[in-house]
C-alpha cells in the first residue's frame, strides 16, 4: 500500500532535487532558506512569544468569521452578487482556497507562538484539527443523530423506543429490500469480478497497442454516472408494441430470435428486472476490476509460471494454482471495493425502477422513507440497519490496513 | 483499497509501453509479435467482441442524440444508417429550450469549488500523519480508513436540519453541497494523500527541520512540489464523484441550481414532450467527465489503485 500511489515519481530524486535549489552551496550564492536560524523560529523558541500568540489568534478568528459570513451571504444575498451565480462560484473558489490558506497560516502562527515544548506537542494537532472538524460537523455528528433519530417518531420528536425497528422487520418492502440487497451482493461483486479477470487475462495476451486499446474501451464506462448509465441502458431496455419496430436493443434481438417484445423492467419473475438493473452495475465496474487485477497479474514473477511450464502444466492449470493464488489479495480487494458499492446501490434502482415491480433496495427505501413518507424515524433505522450491515466490512478493511501497515 | 503493493503499474499498464515492449524487434515475424510474444488470435477475437459489446450501449446513446422525435420512437437506432432521421436540434434545444445548458454551468459551479476546497484541509492532515508524531496517531487514522466504508446516508437526516431553515438557512444553495461534498470527501483525500506521503523520503524532512524549516515551510516549499501526483489523483476522483453526484445535488439543491445530473433525472421519469432531449442531455453531461478521464487518465487510474473506497 506505502507505493500505491505512483511509480515514477521516484520520490527521493524530486526531493533530492529540491533541496539542491535551496542549499547555501548552490553556486549563484543565494542565501540559506527563508527560515530565519532555527532559534528565532517560533516553533523551537522556548519561551512564548506573546505577539504571535495574539496575532495569529486574532488573525484565524478573522479569516474563518469573513469566510463564514462571505460564504453565508452567497447564500442569503445573492443580490450583493449581482444575483451571478458565475461571480459567486469564482468568489466562492478564491475565498474557499484563500480562506483556507490564511487560516492555516494564522492556526500555524499562533501555536507557533506557544512555548516551544507545547508548541511541538500541538501542532499535529492543529494541523489535523480543520479536516477533522469538518468529518464530525458532516460525518461523525450527523451519524450519531441518525442513531438516536432511529428511536424517535416520524418528525423527530419524541422517543418511541424501538417502534421504528419493528415497524421496519414487520414490513414485507423491507425484507424484499433486504433479499434484493443480498441478491445484489452475492451477483454483483463476483461477477464483476470474474469478467474482470477473465478479461485482465485476455488483454495480457494482446500487443501492446491492442491492450491499451481495450483496456480504455472498458475502463471507460467508469467515468459515466449511474444516472448517464441508466440514460443509456433505458435505450437498450427500451420496449415497443409488438405492431412497431423495435427501439430497443434487447427487444431487437429477442424478436430476432423469435420473442414476443418484453418490458423487461417490469418481469419481476426469476427477479429478471433486478438482474438487468445489476447488468448496468456491472458494466461500470468490470473496467475498475480489470485494471486492479491485470496489474497484479504482470506483477507475478515470470520464473514461477516458467517453472510451470517445465513441469508441464496446461495454462489453464498455471492459471488456477500458479496465477490466482499469487493475486488473491487483489481479488479480495476488488470484491470489498466492489460490495461496498453493491451495499449502498441507490442510484440506478431509483431512476430506473424505484422499487416497483420487485426490484426495491434498502438505499431506495431509505430515501423513499425520508422524502416521500416524510418519516425520519423509520428512514433512520433503515439506515442504522445499513450501517450494521456494514460494519464487518468496515472490521475487516480495518484489521486488513493494520496488517497492512505492519507490514510495511 | 487494501493490497495495493502491485498497484503502480496498473498505471503503466494503462498509459505507457512497458520496458519488455519498448525492446521491439527488427523485423516481425508471422505469429509473432512485435515483442516476440506468440500472437493469440482467440485473445484478439473474444477482447475484440468484448469491446464492441462495452462501447455499444453509448453509441446507441450517441446516435440517439443526433435523431428527430419521429425516429427515435419509431425505429431503432441501428437502423439510423439507412432509415435516417439525423438532425441537430436535439443539442440545439438542450442548450435554449429544456434549461439543461443553465443546470450544466451549475454543475461546474458546484464540482468545482467542492473539487478544490478539500484539498488543503487534507493535505495538512495527511502531512501531520505522514511525518509527525503524536498520540492517537494511528486511531486517528483508523476512523478514517473506517469511515471511508460508512454510507453517507446516515448523515442525510441530521445535515437536512442543520442546512434547513431551523438551522443555518442555506438548503438550496450551492454553499450547503459544497460544505457536504468537503466534508464526506475528507475522508479519502486524507487516505490518498496520506498513502503517498508516506512514500516521500523522510531524509528530506529532516534536513529540512535541521536548516530550521519549520512543519509551515517544509509543508508548503518541499511536500506540497513533491505530492503533485496525488492531488491530481484525489481532484480527479473527487470531481467525477461530485459531478455523477445524483443524492446530494438532489437533496440540497432546489430547482434553480440544480445540477444536470438531478435534471437528467427528471427526464428519465418523464413523458411527452421534451423526452427527445434526454439522449442530447444525457450525453452532454456524460462527455464531460469523459473528457476529463481521457485528458488526465494516468492520474485518474493512480487514484483509483491508491483506494477509491468513498461513503
Not at chain 1, 473496467?287 to 487485477?293: D, E, K, Q, R
Amino acid at each position: 500500500m506505502s507505493t500505491s500511489i505512483d511509480s515514477r515519481t521516484r520520490p527521493g530524486k524530486p526531493g533530492r532535487h529540491e533541496r539542491d535549489g535551496e542549499s547555501p552551496q548552490e553556486p549563484g550564492g543565494t542565501p540559506p532558506p527563508a527560515p530565519p536560524g532555527p532559534h528565532d523560529a517560533g516553533g523551537t523558541s522556548e519561551r512564548a512569544n506573546v505577539a504571535r500568540l495574539l496575532l495569529g489568534l486574532v488573525g484565524l478568528i478573522a479569516v474563518v468569521w469573513f469566510a463564514a459570513n462571505a460564504f453565508l451571504a452567497f447564500a442569503y444575498h445573492p443580490e450583493w452578487f449581482a444575483d451571478s451565480k458565475l461571480l459567486i462560484g469564482v468568489l466562492a473558489l478564491v475565498i474557499g482556497v484563500g480562506g483556507a490558506y490564511l487560516m492555516f497560516f494564522f492556526l500555524n502562527m499562533f501555536v507557533e507562538g506557544m512555548p516551544g515544548r507545547l508548541s511541538r506537542g500541538v501542532i499535529p494537532y492543529a494541523f489535523l484539527l480543520p479536516g477533522f472538524g469538518l468529518m464530525a460537523v458532516m460525518l461523525l455528528y450527523p451519524a450519531i443523530q441518525t442513531i438516536n433519530y432511529s428511536f424517535a417518531n416520524a418528525d423527530s420528536t419524541e422517543y418511541v423506543g424501538l417502534d421504528n425497528y419493528r415497524e421496519i422487520f414487520g414490513d414485507s418492502e423491507f425484507r424484499q429490500a433486504i433479499f434484493n440487497n443480498i441478491l445484489w451482493l452475492l451477483i454483483v461483486p463476483a461477477v464483476v469480478v470474474f469478467i474482470g479477470l477473465i478479461i485482465a487475462v485476455l488483454v495480457d495476451r494482446l500487443s501492446a497497442q491492442g491492450e491499451k486499446i481495450a483496456k480504455s474501451t472498458i475502463f471507460l464506462p467508469m467515468a459515466i454516472s449511474f444516472v448517464g448509465a441508466s440514460a443509456i441502458w433505458t435505450l437498450v431496455y427500451a420496449y415497443d408494441d409488438p405492431s412497431e419496430s423495435p427501439t430497443g436493443l434487447l427487444n431487437a434481438i429477442w424478436r430476432a430470435l423469435g420473442g414476443s417484445p418484453q418490458t423487461w423492467l417490469q418481469e419481476s419473475g426469476l427477479r429478471l428486472n433486478s438482474i438487468l438493473l445489476m447488468v448496468i452495475l456491472v458494466w461500470l465496474q468490470v473496467g475498475f476490476a480489470m485494471i486492479l487485477l491485470s496489474s497484479a497479474i504482470k506483477g507475478v514473477p515470470e520464473d514461477t509460471l516458467e517453472a510451470a511450464r517445465i513441469d508441464g502444466a496446461s495454462e489453464f492449470q498455471i492459471f488456477t494454482k500458479v496465477v490466482v493464488p499469487q493475486i488473491k489479495g487483489t481479488i479480495i480487494t476488488v470484491f470489498i471495493t466492489v460490495l461496498i458499492l453493491v451495499l449502498k446501490v441507490f442510484d440506478i434502482v431509483y431512476v430506473l425502477t424505484n422499487g416497483r415491480n420487485e426490484t426495491q433496495v434498502v438505499a431506495n427505501l431509505f430515501f423513499k422513507q425520508l422524502f416521500q413518507s416524510d418519516n425520519a424515524g423509520v428512514a433512520s433505522s433503515i439506515v442504522v440497519v445499513l450501517l450494521l450491515a456494514v460494519t464487518p466490512v468496515l472490521i475487516y478493511q480495518v484489521r486488513h490496513f493494520r496488517r497492512e501497515e505492519a507490514g510495511r | 483499497m487494501t493490497d495495493l503493493s502491485k498497484a503502480p503499474t496498473a498505471e503503466a499498464a494503462i498509459t505507457s509501453p512497458t520496458a519488455e515492449e519498448t525492446g521491439r524487434r527488427p523485423r516481425m515475424q508471422k505469429g509473432l509479435m512485435a515483442d516476440g510474444r506468440r500472437r493469440s488470435p482467440f485473445s484478439i477475437i473474444t477482447m475484440a467482441v468484448v469491446c464492441v459489446l462495452w462501447t455499444l450501449p453509448t453509441i446507441g446513446l450517441l446516435v440517439t442524440s443526433f435523431r428527430s422525435r419521429e425516429a427515435q420512437g419509431g425505429t431503432g437506432w441501428w437502423t439510423a444508417l439507412w432509415n435516417g432521421g439525423w438532425t441537430v436540434e436535439n443539442y440545439k434545444g438542450v442548450f435554449e429550450g429544456a434549461d439543461l445548458g443553465g443546470s450544466l454551468l451549475n454543475s461546474v459551479l458546484v464540482a468545482v469549488p467542492a473539487t478544490i476546497i478539500p484539498i488543503m484541509f487534507a493535505a495538512f492532515a495527511a502531512y501531520a500523519f505522514s511525518f509527525m508524531d503524536f498520540r492517537g496517531k494511528d486511531l486517528l487514522f483508523i476512523a478514517i480508513v473506517a469511515v471511508m466504508v460508512v454510507p453517507i446516508q446516515v448523515a442525510f437526516q441530521p445535515l437536512l436540519n442543520l442546512v434547513g431553515p431551523n438551522g443555518l438557512g442555506i438548503q438550496g444553495e450551492f454553499i450547503a453541497v459544497w460544505l457536504l461534498h468537503t466534508g464526506f470527501g475528507m475522508p479519502l483525500a486524507i487516505y490518498t494523500l496520506r498513502n503517498y506521503m508516506a512514500t516521500l523520503p523522510k531524509t528530506v524532512i529532516e534536513s529540512a527541520k535541521i536548516d530550521g524549516a519549520t512543519h509551515f515551510q517544509t509543508f508548503w516549499k518541499l511536500i506540497v512540489p513533491m505530492s503533485v501526483p496525488a492531488l491530481a489523483a484525489f481532484a480527479i476522483l473527487q470531481f467525477l464523484w461530485v459531478w455523477n453526484d445524483l443524492l446530494i445535488a438532489k437533496l440540497f439543491l432546489n430547482s434553480d441550481n440544480s445540477t444536470v445530473i438531478v435534471d437528467l433525472q427528471g427526464l428519465l421519469g418523464a413523458q411527452g414532450q421534451g423526452t427527445e432531449l434526454l439522449p442530447a442531455g444525457a450525453f452532454i453531461s456524460i462527455a464531460i467527465p469523459m473528457i476529463v478521464f481521457f485528458a488526465l487518465q494516468r492520474y485518474f487510474v493512480r487514484g483509483l489503485t491508491s483506494g477509491a473506497v468513498k461513503g
